[in-house]
């Protein structure tokens, strides 16, 4: 292994140019997809931001009893889908439409708006068919007048949810091919760069593992400063879109370090391929 991890070191040695393109194309092929990942990210966070507003708000009957909302409360809370169950007052109903809706402030000068009780759904659980069956849920209460919740505009989001979500897969593994392409054919190229010192090691009797490990080292140290190289692009990349255009997430630690590591294991996979094809031509 220590005879391998210096004969790995000297390639880079004796080609420095050879490995600068290596590592510059492998940084290159995963910035681009980091850099779909980034934006990826970005669009789910927003999209999970709009979720979060789903509410379902239903309506009581002016002059019921208190006894029979506290009920109703503890009832709704009680649902598995609802995370948080509120109840609204007629003058808090009406401070919140001037507030929000202070262009129309005087629409509201009669100062009659019902009660209602404000209903938040916990994250998985804000599909349309599931706001509609808790909205119904709450809506056989017999206090209750009536009950909205955007249906229309809760199932656009989800039917942009998923369309996002299948366009992400689908480009996700698009991206990841081309990247596992040119990174293959980079180190393809290595390899060939070598192929006479290769034969000189078949014909003094090396076995074929000794031949692929300084290769497979290789290979796994340019993915991972690839990685390493890529990642930087990335994070100089989001910095720059927080500066001139708007503020996005960047990946969090465990993110980042899987970069990285995806880059070092398809370093050494491309390597192992080229390396074992070469092998099995001489």
Known sequence: MRLAMREALLAFRRAPGLGILSVTRIAFSLFAFRLFGLVALNIHDQLNQLEERVEIRAFVVDGTAPEATSAALG?????????????VSSDEALARARRELGEFSDVFEAGILPASIDVRLKEGFRDPATVAAVAARIKNYDFVDDVRFGEEWVQKLYRIRTIATLAGAALGLAFAGVAVIIIGSTIRMAVLA??????????????????????LIEGLLKGMLGGLLALLLTWLANELIGKFVFSAEFFNASYAVAGVAAGALIGLLGSAFSVGRHLRAV
């Open 75 to 87: 009832d709704i809370a009680s649902f598995p889908e609802v995370s948080s169950v509120k109840l």
């Open 194 to 215: 070598r192929a006479r010192e290769i034969s000189i090691m078949r014909l003094v009797g090396a076995t074929d593992g000794f031949i692929r490990m300084p290769f």
